[in-house]
């Protein structure tokens, strides 16, 4: 099952007010057009006239006559109210469940030191598959119809998607809309002893260029049987479409590690941006990105 | 007031043309409205909100009253009018081309704060460079009203493809008509 944890106070059980129940100027225009285009009412008699003579030569009007299946009325009784009720604390419930956490934008710890990108080749899930960016650009403009402008960032780790929301619509121009880059970040280890590195940890984080994501450590126990990591990153797209990203993760539990890094990487290709020894083996962490192309209309 | 579903009953358990008459009378300008606004040809319109009432008549037998009524029939007249769009696509006489070449011969016309002729027409042209998919959600949600939810039931996807889709809609027709928007 999948998380669903939101962080900041912007949060709302309803989509944006703007969508699509906006009473603006725009829509001021369009009533007047359609009032404008509306056909008056001999024209609607004569078309309601039409419609009766052609159903009146219609050889299935009697098709539908004698059927004993009787319609629900939809009128609202007490018993449709009940339901609609129920309905609406369950949709309540489900809310409630939804857990909010506070979401207060802090800077990412830079590191002096740019770590050397390796040239190993990296396993196949490092890199981010045409369908895998695919998908996350249909999901980024979901999740843009329902929190807007407000949407910073999203990341979809193991089994849990955590959302970064601002308190109130920033600036168009500046939220996950204007440029997105995804970024993949891989931990795997080796335990002493053995040469094939496993996957301990992953997440791809989904961002507007230049912002912060500040993944809260979590944990076991709380709302996951794991715990899960710290994580702050900031993606930086350069005008040649290299992509600089600084990270700081921190893992606890059985993999526990710090890893900072700042890496320049080429536009989806993995690389490896830090190798840690520690007492519980060998880890190093990759890291791939790319800019997300809009998903067209 | 007398349901939907009641008229629906009174006509299939008896034959009742006359709640038929009712209910295309309580419905038809909603449909006529809503073909012209998919399609966005006058000429057009008329023909299918018939064809959209024979459908009705034929589907009756088989309306189980699962969704309202009014969902049920946005849902044929949606079809319909997408159906004839396509169709006119694929004979390349889609009245998109007249439209603009109007819009273009009236671009300097002097007072825009007012809705003109030339105005209605720049709308319409607006809308017809939407996709079909993004003029009916908005078409639905901001002019007739129809809440989300249904109209995602209209369309068989998503309430979050409705928002987006309306969303778009929006954005792209406050750039087409940016000069008539404070």
Redesign the interface.
Known sequence: MTDLNIKGDGWSSEPPKSEPAESGPLDALLHTWSARREPSAEQLDQLQAAILDRLANEPSMGEAVGKTCVLPNRQQGPAALAHRGLAWLVGCAMLVAVTLILWTPSPVPVSKDTVKVTGNLPADYAWLRDDQLRNKSQLVAEMRSVFGSQLQWFAETNDRIELGLTKSAPNVAANINSETLVVRVIVERRRPGTSEWQVAWAADVVAGDEKTVQLKPVAAGESSPAALPSLSLWAYRLPDGMIFVESQLELAGKDALQSTSSALLGNNVPAEVDLLQTAHGEYRVLQTAALLQPTPS | MV????F??R?????D?AA??EL??RH??QV??LV??ITLN?GAA?DL??EV??RV??G??G???RS?FSTWLYRIAKNVACTWLERESRRASNATPELLEAVEATATAPDQRL?TLE??TE??AALAKL?PS?RT???L???HGVA?AEVAAIEEC?V?????????A?E???KA?QE???
């Open positions: 349901s939907d579903e009641e629906i009953n006509f299939r358990e008896r034959g043309r038929l008459g295309l009378k038809l300008p006529r409205r012209f606004q006058d008329d909100a018939q009432w024979l008549v034929r009756l037998a309306f189980d009253g309202k809705l105005l209605t709308v319409e996709a993004l959600a908005l078409v949600t901001a002019l989300p998503t979050s493809t409705i928002y987006w889709r309306v969303h778009t929006r792209q027709l406050r008509l008539h928007l404070p």
